[in-house]
Every structure is written in structure tokens, then in C-alpha cells.
């Protein structure tokens, strides 16, 4: 099938050279002229594993290709996929202004038939909206389809490639036919695709997203009481993730959620709830625990250090959000940098693939190192917020001679506390003794 996938972010682009992996002959569209030369020239804007590798077999292969023009894309396809962003506005709620213009320019360059796909997160009537935009300036034909993703950032290609699900939201038989045709490599391989109303494929992402969510601030939650009372948040976790109904996913206490999903998906279906008089107050709470976790680590540095923390130099382990990505939307660095920043101290940062997005962010204000260990010299303690592979097994040695004193503040609960103080370190995780 022919594709154009307006957008070429984190979704646009894994949807594109993945559905391009699979033979379609996809179009990636874009106003953005420099991401377009950039892509055009093999440069790819964001780091994904395994995307470099899939992108450039299919460009080789001539089924990937990148325009700013984006009509031209939406005339020479049978399926438009509509994944630019959503952003938060200032009431909280999704800003769907680059979702509406799509639909405007879908709508002067009808020249047939098309399914309008729905990629982007997407409050309850977004397709409808989408379809009266469009009816207004064409006689053409045409179906608006939800089709969510659940692409985890760090393994989006392989969740793309390999989905627990494939949901299709449809109102007529023959866009949920040719969507069907548009997946059948993955039914071939048993996952299953589910077919349901549009509005109902709506709301199930923003479901998603806030049971998982609500996993992570539970158990955030439960490490903060287990510090009160003695427990260890570990063994608790594989007490209760042991049970079949739970699971052992999602159940890592750490530094609260962040990235390009959760924080902006939860706000934006609260609002919606309460624009329907429904509010969610589960989901009311967990945003509220998430905003209050996050500063944890913060909160362990000053009862440690005092609240004047001028002179403190602040070894930094981890930038981006969470491992294998370089997102820095809503990091817990971001939080953890500007606070401590604000009460004196400087920081010595080193993230293995988030240095060029924190720049974005701090400029100067912090210093940056290529190297884990030299960000450690002359630091008073080590603070880590991500958990890269890199991070769990140092050269504890070296990191106490490189550090003023061994003072560790481990937001993600990469070490064990009877070996670091074993080791001589001063030792602060996350729902741990």
C-alpha cells in the first residue's frame, strides 16, 4: 500500500520505517524544511534502537521516502497517517491545532478514496472533528480511523514490529478492511488486531497509559512508606508482583514518571473527564504522587547536606528520562538540576545519549562530560536518575577516589544497600532501608 505519515517525530518516524520494513511504500511528510534535508541525508533526529538500521534498509530499498510537501504526500497515498504532536496548552488539556491543520490540508488534496488515520494521542472526538473539517471543503470519499500506538520509548521498534495489540477504531467495513490488509504481516505472526468503535479506540490509549501510570506512582507511593516504617520496597515488589492479576511489570519505584506520554496523557484525559463532569480522581491523585516523587531525591540531598548547598558540586549519572532514549521531556534531572541549582549547587552531568538534548535545556549552566568517571572528579556526592546498563556495575573503587566523599543518592535502585555500605559508601535509594 502507499502511506504518507504527516509528522516526522518519535511516532511518525518509527511508524514509518516500520510499516516501510513490512513493504509498504511509505512517504514521511514534514513543514519542518531542516528535518527533511537532515532525514534526507541519512540523519535521523532522535535516537531509537534498532531505528538506524530499519531506516536505512528502507530508504536503500526505495520504500522510504521524506517531503515537505506535504499535499503531494497525501495525494499519492491511499492512507494518511496524522502523527504530529499534542502538546499540553496551559489548561492542561491536548493542543490540537497541528491535528486540525493536517486535517485542513487532507481536506484540499483529496483526489479519491482515503483512510485518515488517527497515530497521534488524541482526546474522545478527535475523529469526529477531524471528519467535519474535512467534509467541508471535499465531495470525495473518505473514512477517519483511530489507530493508537503503544510504542515505549527504548524499544519502540521492537513494540512496533512485534505489538501486544494492534487496536483499529473504524465506523465502516471498508476502512477496517484495507486497515486489516494494512496489518496482516503481524496477524501472520499471531498479534492480535481489535476492532472496535473510533471513540472507543480513543479513550483505550489514554486508558492505557493511565493504569501504567498509576502502577508507577502506587509503587512509588509504597517505597515511601516502606522508608517509614523499615520495609524494602524490593522485596516487596516481588511479594506482590509474584501474584498473576499484578504482574512484575511497571513496578519499579524510582524518580516518578516522565517523557513524552505519561505526564501530558494524564493531564489531558483529566481534563476531558472533567469537561464531562466525570472527574478521575484516581488519576487526579497519581499525577499529584508523580509531582511529589520526583522531588524525592532532592528532598534525601538536603536532609543530608542542609538546605545552602553553595559550594556542592553534584556528580550526575543519567539525563534522559528513562535508558536507551535521549528524550529530556519532563526528566527527573530536570527537576533534580533546577532545584538543587536554585539552593547553590553545580553539576558534573554525563548521560550516554542525552548530552545534545540537555544542552537544549541547561546550556551552559552545567557542565558536560563524555565519560562517567570524569564527571565524578572533584564531586561531592553521585546522583543518578537514569537507569542505564552502564550505570549498575562501576568500578566502586573508582568512583570513591574520584569523588570527594562516597556519597551516592541512587534514584533508581541500581545498587544493593548492604554492599554499598560495605563498601564504604554513604548510601540513599529509593523505599530501601
Not at 471498508?174 to 472507543?200: C, N, Q, W
Not at 504482574?247 to 514518571?257: A, D, K, N, R, S
Request: aromatic fraction near 10%.
Amino acid at each position: 500500500m502507499k502511506l504518507a505519515v504527516i509528522g516526522t517525530g518519535y511516532v511518525g518516524l518509527v511508524t514509518g520505517a516500520c510499516l516501510a520494513e513490512t513493504g509498504h511504500d511509505v512517504t514521511c511528510a514534514d513543514i519542518d524544511a531542516d528535518k527533511i534535508n537532515q532525514l534526507r541525508k541519512g540523519i535521523i533526529p532522535i535516537y531509537e534502537p534498532g531505528l538506524e538500521e530499519i531506516f536505512a534498509a528502507n530508504v536503500t530499498k526505495k520504500r522510504l521516502h521524506f517531503t515537505t510537501d506535504v499535499g503531494e504526500a497525501i495525494r499519492g497515498a491511499l492512507i494518511v497517517m496524522i502523527a504530529v504532536g499534542t502538546p499540553p496548552r496551559p489548561d492542561k488539556s491536548a493542543d490540537m491545532s497541528a491535528v486540525f491543520a493536517v486535517a485542513d490540508i487532507v481536506a484540499k488534496n483529496l483526489n479519491g478514496y482515503k483512510i485518515i488515520v488517527d497515530k497521534s494521542t488524541v482526546p474522545v472526538g478527535t475523529a469526529d472533528r477531524i471528519r467535519e473539517i474535512i467534509a467541508e471543503s471535499t465531495t470525495e470519499e473518505f473514512d477517519v480511523v483511530s489507530n493508537p500506538e503503544f510504542l515505549k520509548e527504548g524499544d519502540a521498534v521492537n513494540d512496533f514490529l512485534k505489538p501486544d495489540r494492534i487496536i483499529i477504531g473504524v465506523n465502516s467495513e471498508r476502512a477496517e478492511k484495507l486497515m486489516k490488509e494494512l496489518y496482516a504481516a503481524f496477524v501472520r505472526t499471531g498479534h492480535p488486531v481489535i476492532v472496535m468503535d473510533v471513540r472507543s479506540a480513543e479513550l483505550t490509549k489514554y486508558a492505557a497509559n493511565g493504569f501504567l501510570a498509576t502502577k508507577i506512582s502506587f509503587m512509588n507511593e509504597m517505597a515511601n512508606l516502606c522508608e517509614k516504617v523499615g520495609a524494602d520496597i524490593t522485596a516487596v515488589r516481588f511479594g506482590i508482583g509474584s501474584d498473576k492479576r499484578i504482574g512484575q511489570y511497571f513496578l519499579f519505584p524510582g524518580v516518578g514518571y516522565g517523557g513524552s506520554c505519561f505526564p501530558k496523557d494524564i493531564k489531558a484525559i483529566i481534563t476531558t473527564a472533567q469537561e464531562y463532569d466525570s472527574p478521575l480522581q484516581i488519576l487526579e491523585a497519581v499525577d499529584r504522587v508523580n509531582s511529589v516523587q520526583r522531588m524525592k531525591i532532592v528532598e534525601k540531598v538536603v536532609k543530608h547536606y542542609g538546605d545552602d548547598l553553595s559550594g556542592k558540586t553534584f556528580a550526575l549519572w543519567g539525563l534522559a528520562f528513562k535508558a536507551r532514549t535521549d528524550d529530556m521531556r519532563e526528566a527527573a534531572s530536570i527537576y533534580t538540576i533546577e532545584d538543587l541549582s536554585a539552593r547553590g549547587a553545580t553539576f558534573q552531568a554525563y548521560d550516554p545519549k542525552a548530552m545534545d538534548e540537555a544542552r537544549k535545556v541547561f546550556g551552559d549552566r552545567i557542565k558536560y562530560f563524555e565519560d562517567g568517571y570524569e564527571a565524578l572528579s572533584g564531586a561531592d556526592a553521585l546522583l543518578i536518575l537514569t537507569e542505564w546498563s552502564e550505570f549498575r556495575e562501576p568500578d566502586f573503587d573508582l568512583v570513591k577516589r574520584r569523588l570527594k566523599e562516597p556519597v551516592v543518592f541512587d534514584g533508581r535502585n541500581l545498587y544493593e544497600p548492604a554492599r554499598m555500605r560495605d563498601s564504604g559508601f554513604t548510601y540513599y535509594s529509593v523505599g530501601r532501608a
